[in-house]
């Protein structure tokens, strides 16, 4: 089935080829990595390697690379003399890796054309490649396993939706799951679906979820005054959604506005999940006559700290802004993204929000829910209530927060399954 595969492969990338021509006119965005992603390794990167066989870590973008933090961490720490390359697929998720990981070398992820994929493989010859997620590209791992190296899925994830669409596809993913020797699920539930599409079960085992992992501690009050302080905001009650996409801004300004009129020195800090949206996230503040500040124009004057909305417009700050937030909403979960990590705001005891659709962090979501940890609004005209209502309860946010604290605290351990898997398959004799 790989020659269907490749010529489908084919047809849609020259079906894509003139909106990716126009969007690399327009913006960076699509131009960043794009030798790389052609097959193109820099020297510099043979050479940070010094020709030693590399741990090489994909991980696809800004969610995924934060996630294995801990991870290269541990990998590091258990393996020192053993070189750590990291991969993405988009500009952000490269610039939080270079930012926040301890790795050797950094690439993008090259596109899964067969003569690409052999050529980079053959020049870096990775000792171990691992995959964060579920990240699969089927001519990538076919010349992993054709070259003797083998794969390993970390913190492993099926959603609802990607099992329906692997599920039609069962003999070819049987194929493509064969060149992977373990397979790390976050949830039984994972592992049973993976399995159903194909995966050996003795390869298959169930480590948890990295993501509880992350090394998020919440900030001393005298921590939060300052940042408070940076962002403007002094000592108003904020109420904060990070991670928002395309439709959701506007329900969280709805549910702004609509609590600023029981709370009026509210503030609202708004994180969008893209940052190239955010003229057009302006532009609907303005329309609603609320005044704007960006996080990138640095500490505020006296003059400047009566903005009502902060946009936070920088990479990588989300996790510790959460600790400003009196009320904290988690987007990705009102449009059909599948929600985004609930774990940060958890680590700092806050009362969190979310929408319907967290199918991306459904085990997350169930045990927060479960635990009284968070609350989940069906209806997006609903948010503004449920924001009001915490705003006036502070006994009900606390509990909130503490049970979600608790959630986060009482499901770690992940790395330390992981990294023992991993162990197990460098200390197998290496393949010349």
Known sequence: MFPLYNLLLLLASLGALPYFAVQSLRTTKYRAGLRQRLGHVPADIVAALQGRRPLWLHAVSVGEVIAAVPLVQALRQCFPHVPILVSTVTDTGQATARDKMAADAYLY??????????????????????????????NFLRQLGQQGIPAMLVNGRISPRSFRGYRRLRPFMRQVL????????QTKLDAERIIAIGAAPDRVHITGNIKYDLPLEALTQDEERD????????????????????GEEEIVVNAYVQARTRMPALRLVLAPRH????????????????????????RPNAAETGASVLLLDTIGEL???????????????????????????????????F???????????????DAGGALQVQRPEALGHSVSDLLQHPERRQALG???????????????????LIAQILSQPLQV
């Open 402 to 420: 503490e049970a979600a604290y608790l959630v986060l605290r009482d499901n770690q351990g992940a790395i330390d399954r992981t990294v023992e």
């Open 178 to 185: 064969r060149s992977i020797s373990h397979l790390s699920m």
């Open 275 to 298: 940052l190239d949206r955010l003229d057009e996230i302006e532009a609907l503040l303005g329309s609603r006559h609320l005044s704007v500040r960006r996080r990138s124009q640095g």
């Open 319 to 353: 996790a510790k802004v959460y600790a400003v937030g009196t009320v904290v909403f988690v987007g990705g979960s009102f449009a059909p993204i599948g929600g985004h990590n609930v774990l940060e705001p958890a680590a700092h005891r806050k009362a969190i929000l």
């Open 109 to 138: 992820f090259p596109l899964d054309y067969p003569w690409v994929v052999r050529g980079v493989i053959a020049r870096l010859r990775p000792r171990l490649f691992l995959m964060v997620e579920t990240e699969i590209w089927p």
């Open 355 to 369: 929408g319907p659709h967290m199918h991306n962090f459904h085990q997350i979501a169930a045990a927060l829910l």
């Open 227 to 246: 940042l408070r302080l940076e962002l403007g905001l002094g000592d108003a009650p904020v109420f904060m959604a990070g991670s928002t996409h395309r």
